[in-house]
């Protein structure tokens, strides 16, 4: 079993609907991240997580919103999805201490319509 | 906006040969990590190299960090054809959040 999953693995929506998109983890880190990828480019980073009071901003926040419901759950939300938020969506994990790396998901590909 | 900028943005090899790939970035660091991002999958931690360290190895990957030039590279020895991917620098400034800013990847193909 995959140790960072993500669900669902693919989605189309129109614009304007809420969307949610779920990260779990059984690695038992406390950080978790959200991330955006666009055709050709880098991730960005949506927001990040170090425990489940702790939650930050990343670089591209807008229209978007999360929950960390529990220590292995971190869900990012779309609140009204709109076509330039269409992308693969990536969630990581890692552990606390410096230098760690980071474990990623699969990815969900969102289109929006 | 995005850290790193790497260079090429695409590189087509034959097997057996070697692939340098190189990442430059703008701000100071505490650490530079390499991913792998085979198609429709998400990215894999290849090796991490620590703003005080010149040069690190790991089986057919080497991989070099000049702080000074501000830039990294990453050589895979003997390529595979398995070895075909996008490959992603990422930049760790703060050593607390260690939240990475990525650049933008160089796709690695390897010609049978």
């Known amino acids: 079993d995959a140790d960072v999953t993500q669900t669902p693995r693919n989605r189309i929506t129109k614009t304007g609907k809420r969307i949610m998109l779920e990260c779990s983890q059984t690695?038992?880190?406390?950080?978790m991240y959200w991330y955006r990828q666009d055709p050709g480019l880098g991730l960005r980073l949506i927001y990040y997580s170090f425990d489940v009071k702790d939650i930050n901003k990343g670089e591209i926040s807008d229209g978007y919103s999360v929950s960390r419901q529990a220590q292995a759950k971190f869900s990012l939300s779309l609140e009204s999805a709109i076509p330039n938020q269409t992308a693969l969506y990536f969630c990581a994990t890692s552990g606390v201490t410096g230098g760690q790396p980071q474990h990623f998901g699969d990815g969900t590909r969102l289109s929006i319509l | 906006s995005q850290q790193g900028e790497e260079d090429p943005q695409a590189l087509s090899i034959q097997e057996g040969e070697n692939a340098t790939m190189n990442c430059s970035y703008k701000t100071s660091i505490n650490n530079l990590q390499w991913y792998r991002q085979n198609s429709g999958r998400g990215l894999v931690h290849l090796i991490l190299?620590?703003?005080?360290?010149r040069e690190k190895h790991s089986g057919r990957l080497r991989v070099t960090l000049d702080t000074s030039k501000k830039s990294s590279s990453l050589l895979i020895t003997a390529s595979r054809a398995a070895d075909t991917a996008s490959y992603f620098c990422a930049t760790v400034s703060d050593q607390g959040a260690q939240k990475l800013v990525f650049g933008q990847g160089t796709r690695l193909t390897i010609n049978p």
């Open positions: 690695k038992g880190h406390d950080r």
């Open positions: 190299i620590r703003s005080n360290e």
